[in-house]
């Protein structure tokens, strides 16, 4: 009779397993491309970050096995309790970390120094799958979608209150699971144009319209605008509401054109934002209206969504203020408001220099000069990713971006045939946080986004990222390799 363990070696998905091992193995060595010194040569030296990184890896497969030889159950059964403790150790390390860098996110043990925000992700990814996957549980009921996304951002809290902004927007990807879930989509693409509105206001907000107005904003003006075309965009497209649509359409232009044909004709002094923002008021009214008599939400959201662009827009400036000068600094130069390359710019202005010497092909493993000549900063950690640019060229960067592809496609066919609801549900939640570390740290190294200091999964040093990201994914891995144990 099989043993539970030659089961599990059985069912595994050996697909990903090969995939992380590639990672890892690929990772190490730009890591020891990046931090080589030429007068050492030995692979074994642990007083580079290369010798210690070979303490982590081996220490990360030794978790993984751990995690696959545990009962899978025990995940679903103690996933409050995980997290739990997870949220206390990431409040108690807000009082007792030490200031590093100008944040409070690392425990100090002895020589070794973890990060519980790299944990909390499975921690919370877990909580996440067991409420969702409690019976009954409706994302769209009011109730159950609240208590959700109370799961999810009283860890984003925590690690802000560390000073990890990075770390805590990583949470928010977590909403991509509440889609797959049945969260309308049309939540999701109300949230990112509220985030397009956000930057549209810092971006043109102290620039006038022209020089006739010049105390009329540009960027309110280009918001109100943003707001109206989607608002009626979405009433066409989501509720196929020619009528309704046509006549929010006509309203618009009718009262934008009286309202510049009264200025032009009697010289009245007034903004023409005040006119937009009438306009939005009066439809939200509206919308109000026709979705208590058709007892359609939709149209609710659709007004919704008009009246917090106008908030989001008022107050970018009140909530850019509150963030950090060099956080401000970042923002504008990846805006492209301010140009500082000796600076904020440096990281990155530095970071695409390496990556464009590198070419097609690449300068050579351990020929970087960029690299060799410690030019960019955090080059085996947040911006590992220059090293593999510079020593591997653009083929090296394309296979690197390809196995996170393949990764990332993998886990969401793992997560589809899952029988168990959970371990869907985990999965979809493991496959986002990966997808947002990929994305936004390869965008940031090139400056596409902005610089908010996360790890690229499995390649950046540290033994925190890579503990994590290995107990994220193998968690799964075990609940893959049981969806036949008990549910046939």
């Not at 918001?223 to 075309?229: G, K, M, P, R, S």
């Not at 934002?273 to 209206?289: D, E, H």
């Not at 994305?439 to 994590?468: D, Q, R």
């Amino acid at each position: 009779m099989p043993t539970r363990q030659n089961n599990i070696v059985k069912n595994i998905d050996w697909v990903t397993v090969t995939i992380y091992l590639l990672m890892v193995i690929a990772g190490w060595f730009c890591i020891y491309g990046a931090v080589y010194h030429f007068e050492d040569a030995s692979f074994w030296d642990f007083s580079y970050r290369y010798g210690k990184q070979l303490v982590w890896i081996g220490l990360s497969i030794g978790i993984a096995f751990t995690l696959l030889m545990l009962d899978s159950r025990l995940y679903n059964l103690f996933a409050y309790e995980i997290y739990a403790i997870l949220m206390l150790l990431l409040l108690v390390t807000i009082f007792v970390a030490p200031e590093i860098k100008g944040s409070r996110s690392w425990l100090v043990l002895g020589p070794v120094s973890l990060q519980p925000a790299e944990f909390a992700k499975t921690a919370t990814c877990l909580a996440v799958a067991r409420v969702m996957s409690t019976t009954g549980f409706k994302v769209t009921r009011l109730g159950d979608f609240v208590k959700v996304i109370c799961f999810i951002l009283f860890p984003m809290l925590l690690i802000l209150l560390q000073n990890e902004t990075g770390s805590a927007l990583v949470y928010a990807s977590l909403l991509l699971v509440l889609y797959r879930e049945g969260l309308p989509g049309i939540i999701l693409i109300l949230l990112f144009f509220l985030a397009v509105i956000f930057v549209v206001s810092i971006r043109f907000g102290d620039v006038p319209i022209l020089a006739a107005f010049p105390d009329e904003s540009y960027g309110l003006f280009l918001v109100i605008l943003i707001t109206l075309a989607v608002q009626n965009g979405f009433l066409l497209v989501f509720q196929k509401d020619r009528k309704i649509t046509m006549s929010m359409v006509l309203f618009d232009v009718i009262v934008l054109l009286l309202a510049y044909l009264v200025y032009k004709i009697f010289h009245l002094n007034f903004r023409f934002t005040y006119v937009g923002y009438g306009i939005i008021a009066v439809k939200f009214i509206y919308l109000i209206v026709i979705s208590f008599q058709k007892r359609l939400y939709t149209y609710f959201w659709i007004g919704l969504f008009a009246i917090a662009s106008v908030g989001i827009s008022s107050m970018s400036d009140m909530a850019f203020d509150k963030l950090k000068p060099h956080q401000q600094s970042r923002i504008r130069v990846t805006l492209g408001m301010e140009n500082d390359p000796q600076k904020a710019g440096y990281n990155v202005n530095q970071s695409k220099i390496a990556i464009g010497s590198g070419g097609v092909s690449g300068k050579g493993f351990l020929n970087g000069t960029q690299t060799k000549l410690k030019y960019v900063p955090e080059q085996d950690t947040d911006f590992i990713f220059c090293t593999v640019g510079e020593e591997h060229g653009f083929v090296g960067s394309f296979v690197v971006m390809i196995l996170f592809l393949i990764l990332m496609l993998r886990l969401v066919f793992l997560a589809e045939r899952q029988r168990s609801l959970f371990s869907r549900i985990y999965g979809y939640c493991v496959a986002s946080i990966i997808f947002f570390h990929v994305a936004v740290n390869i965008g940031m190294v090139i400056g596409l986004t902005p610089v908010i200091g996360i790890p690229l999964p499995f390649f950046s040093y540290g033994g925190s990222s890579l503990w994590g990201f290995t107990i994220l994914l193998f968690i799964f891995l075990r609940l893959d390799a049981s969806r036949t144990e008990y549910f046939g």
